[in-house]
C-alpha cells in the first residue's frame, strides 16, 4: 500500500520561493508506471493539476503555472519536489502530491493528507 | 482552460441514489474515456472512486458508479449512506498531457 506524505512550510513571503517534498513509502519511486503529481486545493475552490515528474527526470507543468514551477526528483530518498517561485497571496492553497499510473494522465490513486502553505508577509 | 462544471450541491436521504454531473467539452469530457471521480472528507486525502468513466479501484463499494454521455460524465450513488456525505470532485484527462478538475459538489445527506 503505497503511502505519500507532504513536508514544507507552512507560511511563505510574498515574492519568495514555495518547496515542497513530498516523501513516497511502500512503493518504488522509481516504478516505471506512475506519474508523481502535485495538486493544489485554493481556500474554498477546486483543485487544480499542477504537474508531475516521471522518474528518469522528465516533467510536464499546467500551461498556466509553468513559467513558475519546477518539480524534481531524487529516487535515493523516494522523494520529490515542488518549487514554485515569485509566489502571492494567489498561491495560499493546500498543496497535495498524489500518484498516477500510465499511460497518460488519467488520474491519481494515491493522495498525501495535503500541506496548507500560506502566502503573507 | 475552464474547469470542469459540477453543482456546487446536492442532498438525499439515506437508501435514495443520487446522481452528480460534470460538463466539459469535446476537448476534455467528449474528447477521451479517462473521467475520474473523488471523494474527499475535509483533512484527509482524496480519494479515487472511478477511473476511466466507468470503473471501480478495488474496495470501493458497488454503490458507486460511473458513465459519461457525450461531454457530461455523471457519478451516481446507490443506497445512499451517512458516511457518503463528502465533497465529489470530478477530472478528465485534456490532452497534450494535462487533466484538470471540476470544481466540486458538496453532497448532504439527509
Known amino acids: 500500500q503505497v503511502q505519500l506524505q507532504e513536508s514544507g512550510p507552512g507560511l511563505v513571503k510574498p515574492s519568495q520561493t514555495l518547496a515542497l517534498t513530498c516523501t513516497v513509502s511502500?512503493?518504488?519511486?522509481?516504478?516505471?508506471?506512475?506519474?508523481w503529481n502535485w495538486i493544489r486545493q485554493h481556500p474554498g475552490k477546486g483543485l487544480e493539476w499542477i504537474g508531475y515528474i516521471y522518474y528518469r527526470g522528465s516533467t510536464y507543468y499546467n500551461p498556466s503555472l509553468k513559467s513558475r514551477v519546477t518539480i524534481s526528483v531524487d529516487t535515493s530518498k523516494s522523494q520529490f519536489s515542488l518549487n514554485l517561485t515569485s509566489v502571492t497571496a494567489a498561491d495560499s492553497a493546500v498543496y497535495y502530491c498524489?500518484?498516477?499510473?500510465?499511460?497518460?494522465?488519467?488520474?491519481?490513486?494515491?493522495w498525501g493528507q495535503g500541506s496548507p502553505v500560506t502566502v503573507s508577509s | 482552460q475552464s474547469a470542469l462544471t459540477q453543482p456546487a450541491s446536492v442532498s438525499g436521504s439515506p437508501g435514495q441514489s443520487i446522481t452528480i454531473s460534470c460538463t466539459g467539452t469535446s476537448r476534455d469530457v467528449g474528447g477521451y474515456e479517462y473521467v475520474s471521480w473523488y471523494q474527499h472528507h475535509p483533512g484527509k486525502a482524496p480519494k479515487l472512486m472511478i477511473y476511466?468513466?466507468?470503473n471501480r479501484p478495488s474496495g470501493v463499494s458497488d454503490r458507486f458508479s460511473g458513465s459519461k454521455s457525450g461531454n457530461t460524465a455523471s457519478l451516481t450513488i446507490s443506497g445512499l449512506q451517512n458516511e457518503d456525505e463528502a465533497v465529489y470532485y470530478c477530472?478528465?484527462?485534456?490532452?497534450?498531457?494535462?487533466?484538470?478538475f471540476g470544481g466540486g459538489t458538496t453532497l448532504t445527506v439527509l
Open positions: 476511466d468513466v466507468s
Open positions: 498524489a500518484r498516477s499510473p500510465l499511460p497518460w494522465l488519467r488520474f491519481f490513486d494515491s
Open positions: 511502500g512503493d518504488s519511486i522509481s516504478s516505471a508506471a506512475y506519474y
Open positions: 477530472a478528465s484527462y485534456t490532452g497534450a498531457s494535462t487533466l484538470i
